[in-house]
């Protein structure tokens, strides 16, 4: 099985990576009630933090979002959300030999997610400092420039006086000698 397929199966929901009980009846070639009936067998194997059962508001959401078409699509029962564990858990409930092999599919899909969530981590720690670094260099930056400006302004001010300042007298022949002199 494609792991793109079944990536795009995989939402972000409560803050955990989960598949849908409809997706995964699909991609199991079951359908979502027999899945369902066997999770219901075997409770004890889904604990809260392996399988979660969907709020009216989380139904409304993944409608909005246009995962499933209505709230009719799921045939008033409110969905079941699998973790990455409950996923590998159903193997152990659904024993047909597709569902191992999806199983295997969709565990690796969760570790390319994995994987690309550590990368995307390295990726904005390394562009919060360069934030960092500009900022510092920005900083210093904006001191030069005011500097300079300052510079500039009292450079202006001194051509400023210059400017309005008289000429200096003409005086030719009392102005000091500069070259070669000789010693009379």
């Known amino acids: 099985m494609e792991t793109q397929l079944i990536r795009q199966r995989i939402y972000n929901i409560r803050g955990q990576r989960v598949m849908l009980d409809f997706d995964l009846a699909e991609l199991y070639d079951v359908e979502t009630r027999v899945l369902k009936q066997a999770v219901r067998r075997n409770a004890k194997r889904f604990p809260n933090d392996f399988m979660l059962i969907l709020s009216m508001e989380e139904?409304?959401?993944?409608?909005?979002?246009?995962?499933?078409?209505?709230?009719?699509?799921?045939?008033?029962?409110?969905?079941?959300?699998?973790?990455e564990q409950g996923v590998a858990m159903l193997s152990t409930v659904l024993r047909s030999e597709k569902a191992i092999q999806i199983n295997i599919s969709i565990m690796r899909a969760f570790v390319e997610f994995r994987n690309y969530a550590l990368t995307y981590t390295d990726l904005a720690q390394k562009i919060a400092d360069l934030e960092i670094k500009f900022q510092r260099e920005f900083a210093d930056i904006h001191e030069v420039?005011?500097?300079?400006?300052?510079?500039?302004?009292?450079?202006?001010?001194?051509?400023?006086?210059?400017?309005?300042?008289?000429?200096?007298?003409?005086d030719w022949h009392n102005r000091p000698r500069i070259g070669y002199k000789k010693d009379s």
């Open 145 to 170: 420039l005011k500097w300079l400006a300052e510079e500039n302004q009292s450079r202006s001010d001194e051509i400023s006086t210059l400017q309005n300042s008289p000429p200096p007298p003409d």
């Open 59 to 83: 139904v409304d959401q993944l409608v909005s979002q246009i995962v499933i078409p209505s709230k009719s699509h799921l045939g008033g029962a409110f969905p079941y959300a699998f973790t």
